[in-house]
């Protein structure tokens, strides 16, 4: 008896559903794709439950007549190819004919139809993969499909979804995407009868833009205008400074299709070049690529994600030169601001009282509870080596130029120079050189740093420790350092808040103002104060002591917490616990790249010793790893 078996025709649909629709945001793309394709200039998408219980999309696009609206649930059914050549010359965002069957497969799906030159229209009703009537409709022009209790009869499915919170704000990231590219369109989302955003159609992306991620954040982009090699590139980036957690705001749009492609993020960093040193940190852009359909390749993903070019060095040095040349044109206009009238500034500056400007300013002071700041780097012990140890005068440094290299002289040199130059002897130096040390704290009993040796990439301490060398991560450590400070001190009964000079207007979206009200009871126990200021926006007034000092900028503090907490959430409601709200605030730790003392480095570990968990960040990734003696002998093969 043969082994081999042919599946049923239902398995084969929810095994093919699991490569397209990933999730509740995977059908809201697939559906709006084909709405964009069938020629709509509005579309309106309706979500409950975060899409668990209906996903909705109404279009007013060319509509379909029966025999079509059946023929689309067929495998491979698709009116946008007709021969091979097509496959490699795509114009359009579906090609595959697989959305809307593996879509049936796994939920109760509703089509209803019609197209303008017809009188009636027809509604055609699947229950997971079955076809169970196909009547006459009076519906609008145009097509309104409903997608209710997704994947229900795949509930191992279902229990990967993430919480409520998470998947909208995967849906809505998706609908923003579509939005941006397609920006001439008009788009509505609503999530349980709560408006996310309603935008109507531009002639540009600017009011897209400007409309989704508020004014001030589009007041800090930089349009981008190049072509090159055949290849278009237009839209915006980020002026230095402007950055983000993650590649999230990086969007990027070939032929109005969203991708993500390692050539055009290697392009990204190039053109910045070093305005971007900061590891980790990813600075927004919006790029439009126009380029001929046949020189990419958009058929190698299964939700279509990612694309291949023909010729990616073309690309990422086209992105490249678009990127460096807007760059370049913002400091070209900053140097060219002339310089203010000295006699202008004397009037000003002579001619208004500091009372004046104080009363103008309207302050107001109100008591606040505090606590001391905890200075980050106090004093720390060093060891000083015995009369016994060999003493080495330490070598002199000699600066060659701006930016060179650091040479060494040795004494005799130094000493002709000196004699040569007529330069005054510099007072004899002490005849040790200090070596920094970590006190002994009977908190931690296993191996732990007794010695910072220096740095690696400004990224890892070198530490002496008793079973051999050990690495610290110093962005890992300093989160934990943070995340056990804010913790504490809100059991305590509350953390202390280090005021703003001028309170900061933070712009966010739908899902992420929703997702802080919320929880704002959480957020202010942590130390955060804010109000609401209309809209998605809000006035941030306050600032956890402890990150108010390494915090650089706390317009992106928030959207970043907010971030966190929305991509990592796991539980079925919207509420947020002290722990979570403390874990993703301490992102603002040192990062990687940041440079320390030796000081700084033995005052963090001495810190970090103290906590209940001081080996591993809140993440759960170590924050140090010991290179045993016996392994780096066997390394040099000693062993």
């Known amino acids: 008896m043969s082994r081999i078996k042919v599946m ?10 699991g490569e397209v629709v990933e999730r509740p945001g995977s059908v809201v793309k697939e559906l709006v794709e084909n709405s964009i394709d069938a020629g709509a200039t509005k579309i309106s998408v ?54 809307i069957p593996s879509i049936a497969s796994v939920s109760r799906f509703s089509l209803r139809t019609r197209r303008k030159e017809d009188e009636n229209g027809v509604r055609v009703e699947v229950d997971a993969g079955i076809m169970k009537g196909v009547v006459p409709d009076g519906c609008a022009s145009g097509t309104a499909i409903e997608v209710r209790d997704l994947f229900y009869n795949v509930p191992a499915r279902k229990k990967f979804l993430k919480s409520a919170a998470t998947e909208e704000h995967l849906i809505e990231d998706v609908m923003i995407n579509l939005a941006l590219a397609n920006y001439e369109l008009a788009f509505t989302l609503r999530f349980d009868r709560r408006v996310s955003f309603n935008s109507a159609g531009a002639d540009v992306p600017d009011m897209r833009i400007m409309e989704l991620f508020g004014r001030s954040f589009f007041n800090n982009l930089l349009p981008i205008d190049h072509r090159e090699n055949g290849i278009v590139v237009k839209g915006f980036t980020a002026a230095p400074g402007l950055t983000r957690p993650s590649r999230r705001e990086q969007r990027i749009f070939v032929n109005r299709r969203a991708i993500e492609s390692q050539a055009v993020y290697r392009g990204i960093r190039e053109g910045y070049g070093t305005l971007n040193a900061v590891s980790g940190r990813y600075p927004p852009v919006f790029l439009y690529i126009e380029i001929a359909p046949e020189e990419v390749d958009v058929n190698v993903h299964p939700a279509k994600r990612e694309v291949r070019f023909k010729s990616e060095f073309s690309v990422s040095s086209c992105i490249a030169n678009a990127i460096s040349q807007a760059l370049r044109r913002k400091a070209e206009q900053i140097e060219d601001v002339p310089e203010a009238d000295n006699e202008v500034v ?18 107001t002071y109100s008591v606040k509870k505090s606590v001391e700041q905890e200075l980050l780097l106090p004093e720390t012990r060093v060891v000083m080596p015995s009369e016994e140890d060999v003493c080495v005068v330490p070598e002199e440094t000699i600066v060659v130029s701006d930016g060179a290299d650091q ?17 005054p002897a510099e007072p004899e130096r002490a005849p040790f050189a200090p070596v920094a040390a970590i006190p002994e704290e009977p ?9 910072v040796l220096g740095f690696w990439d400004n990224t890892y301490i070198l530490c002496n420790s008793p079973d051999g060398l050990l690495l610290v991560d110093q962005h890992a450590a300093h989160e934990r350092l943070l995340f056990e400070r804010i913790v504490n001190r809100a059991k305590q009964g509350g953390n202390a808040s280090q005021m703003l000079l001028i309170p900061r207007a933070v712009e966010l979206r739908g899902n992420e103002h929703n997702l802080l009200m919320k929880n704002r009871k959480v957020f202010e126990d942590i130390g955060f104060e804010f109000e609401s200021a209309g809209g998605s926006t809000v006035l941030l007034s306050a600032l956890p002591a402890d990150l108010a000092a390494v915090c650089p900028s706390p317009e992106e503090l928030i959207p970043d917490m907010l971030e966190e907490l929305l991509t990592r959430q796991s539980t079925p409601s919207i509420s947020v616990d002290m722990e979570a709200a403390a874990r993703a605030a301490c992102h603002n730790a040192i990062r990687a790249n940041d440079v320390l003392t030796i000081t700084e480095a033995e005052t963090l570990l001495r810190e970090l010793r103290a906590c209940r968990q001081g080996t591993m960040c809140p993440h759960g990734r170590p924050t140090m790893v010991t290179f045993s003696k016996r392994e780096i002998e066997k390394r040099f093969q000693r062993r």
Request: charged content about 30%; aromatic content about 4%.
């Open 46 to 99: 309706t979500v409950e439950k975060a899409g668990s219980r209906l996903i909705s999309v109404i279009d007013n696009g060319c509509g379909m007549d029966e025999e079509d609206a059946k023929l689309a649930f067929e495998e491979h059914g698709t009116s946008k190819l007709s021969d091979d050549k097509d496959l490699f010359s795509i114009g359009t965002l579906g090609f595959r004919g697989e959305a």
């Open 407 to 423: 040479i060494s002289a040795p004494p005799q040199v130094r000493e002709d120079r000196v004699a040569e130059q007529n330069i």
């Open 8 to 17: 049923s025709r239902e398995l084969a649909s929810r095994i093919a559903a």
């Open 443 to 451: 908190v931690f009993q296993g191996n732990w740093p007794t010695e």
């Open 346 to 363: 004397k009037q000003i500056s002579h001619g208004i009282s500091i009372d004046n400007i104080i009363d103008a300013a309207m302050v």
